[in-house]
């Protein structure tokens, strides 16, 4: 068997793993991204079966995915609701920074994974998952609610955060010194700038650059660029994450409604590619020495978000139980979690128990969040007494 046919019955053979696996998630109520991460642990290093003949497939599509995810991340905000949601939650966005980033940055220190292991880390247990959060959300008919714009404003915080964080870390991944890693900061901060300013007055003209009424026109056109604004990005080490993420914010009103529908099973699809291969990069045995720190963390890190949630939707004037289900809808961490992880796993500037302890511990948030968000409200009603209302989420 020549290595295209066997490199074919491979990635037949991981498509359709992966489907069955997103069915299962489907059926029992939670994100594919746990069963991902265990998929490619499965079948990488040190687990049953190696899949060598797809690893550079597997490498170009899993950085597509990481491109494909910001993008589409960029294209659910307009520069107008980025500045709104800084305006209402910058206060709450500081405290989530400093309550949920610590816990990473000790722990790594206490694990010796060094100072470039710590501050991958912080990113790791900051950002909650936008793509959970917003499904429990949806599932759990809570898009109403009194609490929900405030935790809509942490998510676009954490987000922006992102886009000064990721240029660091990649300055950071890439050894860069002082001097260069202070230029990469500038270069990303301005290009932040320039894009919400054109963004926000000359939108429509970015948007019409590339729309198209041809579907298949516009695809190309949108992936093309993409991939290209992501590669320059990445040249000019800024991060190309950062780049797929700013042309998203860049393409505005229908376009970028348009361009969500269209690009939505490409991400999926790539993605998945993605948590496989950081799954594949992650050898089994090497959790069980750190799985007390991730359990150890997981706790730590709900309660600090739960506390981030309170203190948001206490802003927004929501009631107890509304405090509480924002913040437990903010503790599930996924695929930006992975995608910080990955990178620094990527440049081989981390040691090996740094995977280690990024997959157990976003396996344990990913699994934690959906239900810490669903049983939230019937143990605050437990613990205070209160009578289910009638379905209204106007009052709460």
């Known amino acids: 068997m020549n290595a295209t046919t066997l490199a074919m019955i491979q990635l037949g053979a991981v498509f359709f793993g992966l489907g069955v696996l997103g069915r299962i998630a489907a059926r029992i109520g939670m994100s594919p991204i746990p069963l991902y991460l265990l998929g490619g642990l499965v079948f990488g290093e040190g687990g049953f079966l190696e899949l060598h003949e797809v690893d550079e497939f597997i490498h170009l599509a899993s950085e597509i995915g990481v491109v494909l995810l910001l993008l589409l991340l960029g294209l659910e905000y307009s520069a107008a609701e980025l500045f709104t949601g800084m305006r209402r939650s910058w206060m709450a966005g500081l405290l989530d920074l400093v309550l949920n980033a610590t816990p990473g940055v000790i722990v790594a220190l206490m694990l010796g994974l060094g100072p470039t292991g710590a501050l991958a880390m912080a990113g790791v247990t900051y950002i909650s998952s936008s793509g959970i959060i917003a499904k429990v959300l949806n599932d759990l008919g809570r898009l109403g609610n009194r609490e929900t714009p405030a935790i809509l404003s942490i998510l676009v915080f954490e987000d922006l955060a992102m886009a ?233």
Do not use: C
Not at 169 to 184: E, I, R
């Open 164 to 396: 000064a964080y990721l240029p660091v870390l990649t300055a950071v991944l890439a050894g860069l010194g002082f001097v260069a890693g202070l230029q990469s900061l500038a270069i990303a901060l301005v290009a932040v700038t320039v894009v919400l300013v054109v963004a926000f007055r000359y939108g429509k003209y970015v948007s019409a650059i590339v729309a198209s009424e041809d579907r298949e026109i516009f695809l190309l056109k949108l992936l093309g660029s993409a991939l290209l604004v992501a590669g320059v990005a990445s040249a000019l080490q800024v991060s190309a994450a950062v780049g797929a993420f700013l042309l998203g914010i860049a393409i505005s009103d229908t376009t970028a409604h348009n361009a969500t529908k269209i690009l939505e099973p490409l991400r999926d699809l790539f993605a998945a590619m993605f948590f496989v291969l950081f799954g594949l990069t992650t050898d089994p045995r090497s959790i069980p020495p750190v799985l007390g720190w991730a359990i150890l963390l997981a706790v730590i890190t709900t309660v600090t978000k739960i506390a981030t949630g309170w203190f948001a939707a206490a802003h927004a004037r929501a009631s107890q139980l509304g405090r509480a289900r924002a913040g437990a809808a903010l503790v599930a961490r996924g695929e930006f979690s992975i995608v910080i992880a990955g990178l620094a796993v990527a440049a081989g500037a981390v040691p090996d128990e740094f995977a280690a302890l990024a997959t157990t511990y976003v396996l344990l948030m990913a699994i934690l969040g959906p239900i810490a968000a669903r049983v939230v409200e019937p143990v605050v009603r437990l613990i205070t007494r209160q009578p289910k209302p009638e379905p209204d989420t106007a009052d709460e």
